[in-house]
């Protein structure tokens, strides 16, 4: 979510200022920086807002525009006026490239890439050249609710997903999580060291909370699974008694109030976006109850929240590579880029990775940041590091089904080119029976695709329909939880 944030002005704006001061009648300016830090540290000039913010949000209102401008036409050709032609897309590089200040190309080209990913945008026109700036775009029907949305994109699309697969309660938590600024869990540094037991109570808390060791809604080791676990328990204790569990648990109570303010903010949102329903309950005689309950169906299934957040993170996704036998101790992640990684100082994945021994069934994870530290200056060169932050470890089904483009090759698929799963038979040893399960998991992620289609367009004209299609959407996320909990 766009957050204001404090930092310093330019002199510019200082002058301005002083302006405002004498206007209308003698007045004095008083500055919060003396004229020698501002001669030497401020800025000469604001920079314009268009280059120093995301750039996602405006792409995706441009595009929108397009498409009310071209039903305003299509409505007016009907209406006998031909007057009025557009064009099968619309290039947001090429308009934004024209403004008085137009953002880095990279940023523009970044910007659009990642709403690709996300699935907001689809390319209608690559043209003749190679060049993205000719590119025409359109809006997908979930890029269209996306851009009703004041968040980022995969912050959204997490929302989406996860109220169509009756998660919206843990998909808050996860998208509050993302959109904070600190973690709620408190780091430990050299100068101020965690008491050991606090530690291990928030361990405690973590492994038999909402997707630990024996939650029966599945087992799942995440970091975000484990905010949502510790989110639950700060969540049942008094107002008063919060902050004192905070200090017994290693947690944030700052970081975990501000999680819980913008869960109700992100909550507002799309229900005001007509996402979701309203909390009030609409009976309909002879109909199924269509209320805030059909969205949390599966709020205690910490399987299909995994799958939000595979949504959500894709395509930020690693691999565990396992020691090899009689080699070195331990594993590292591997990105799809070839960096070699490892979790962050705070996730809790860090000793998991580290501890990997040769076998094991944890093969995939989904992040959501990459940082490189520059190196220390030391008696010995210490080389640049790679980290992942938030890494959450999912399902190979969770990444086939909620990925990106799914391609058949022989007994494999191959998810956007790059990522590659060879579908197994299971007691069949024909080649043909693996092809017959690719073709399946394929016909699975069709479906899904049409649901999630289903949900944001909302095709149905009466409330008969909608129960009948809020009962074939439960049959199908019955066989993806079936599937994930085989794997498991």
């Known amino acids: 979510i766009n957050e204001l944030v404090t ?19 003698e007045g004095v300016c008083w500055s919060l920086c003396s004229e020698d830090f501002a001669r030497r540290h401020l800025l000469a ?44 897309g619309v290039k947001p590089i090429n308009f934004l490239s024209a403004t008085p200040t137009p953002p880095p190309d990279h940023s523009l080209t970044q910007a659009c890439n990642h709403l690709l990913e996300v699935e907001a945008l689809k390319v209608v026109d690559g043209g003749s050249s190679n060049e993205q700036i000719n590119w025409m775009y359109r809006l997908t029907p979930l890029g269209y ?18 109220c169509i697969l009756g998660c919206f309660d843990g998909a808050l938590t996860i998208a509050a999580a993302l959109s904070c600024t600190k973690s709620c869990f408190l780091p430990s540094t050299s100068g101020r060291p965690l008491d050991p037991s606090c530690v291990e109570a928030r361990d405690r808390l973590i492994e038999n909370g909402f997707g630990g060791k024996d939650w029966l809604g599945g087992t799942v080791k995440g970091d975000l699974i484990a ?16 902050d004192k569990f905070c200090r017994g648990h290693a947690l944030d109570n700052f970081t975990l109030r501000d999680m819980d303010t913008l869960r109700r903010q992100f909550h507002d949102v799309v229900v005001d976006a007509g996402l979701v329903p309203s909390p009030v309950s609409t009976l309909t005689e002879g109909v ?88 220390a200056t030391t008696d010995l060169q210490r080389p640049p590091e790679t980290f992942l932050s938030e890494v959450n470890f999912v399902s190979k089904f969770a990444l086939l089904l909620f990925g990106g483009t799914l391609d058949l090759v022989k007994n494999a ?48 004209s009466c409330p008969e329909e909608k129960a009948k299609m809020i009962d074939r959407h439960r049959r199908i996320i019955g066989v993806v939880r079936m599937l994930l909990a085989d794997e498991g």
């Not at 590659?420 to 479906?447: C, H, M, P, Q």
């Open 227 to 242: 905010v949502i676990a510790v989110y639950r328990a700060w969540r049942e204790q008094r107002n008063d008694k919060r």
């Open 288 to 375: 199924a109850s269509l209320d805030m309950d059909d969205c949390n169906l599966a709020s205690e299934d910490a399987l299909l929240t995994s799958c939000c957040i595979a949504a959500g993170l894709y395509p930020n996704v690693c691999s565990l590579v396992r020691p090899r036998k009689g080699g070195a101790k331990g594993g590292h992640l591997l990105t799809s880029n070839g960096d070699s990684c490892r979790p962050s100082s705070n996730s809790f994945q860090q000793k998991r990775v580290q501890q990997a021994s040769e076998n094991g069934k944890d093969v995939y994870a989904v992040y959501h940041t990459k940082h490189r530290t520059i190196g």
């Open 413 to 460: 698929i191959i998810v956007d080119g790059w990522l590659k799963f060879k579908v197994s038979g299971g007691g069949e040893k024909s080649r043909g029976g693996d092809v017959d399960n690719a073709v399946l998991i394929l016909s699975l992620r069709e479906l899904l695709d049409h649901m999630i289609l289903e949900h944001v367009v909302e095709t149905f």
């Open 145 to 162: 609710h996306l851009s009703r949305l004041p968040m980022d994109a995969k912050v959204g699309k997490l929302l989406i997903v996860g």
């Open 7 to 25: 930092v310093w002005t330019s002199r510019a704006s200082l002058k301005q200022r002083e302006g405002r001061a004498g206007r209308t009648s």
């Open 45 to 88: 000039q604001t920079a314009p807002e268009i280059v120093r913010t995301p750039l996602d949000e405006l792409i995706l209102q441009i595009c929108l525009l397009y498409e009310r401008r071209r039903d305003d036409a299509n409505k007016s050709n009907v209406e006998g006026d031909y007057n009025t032609q557009f064009g099968i």
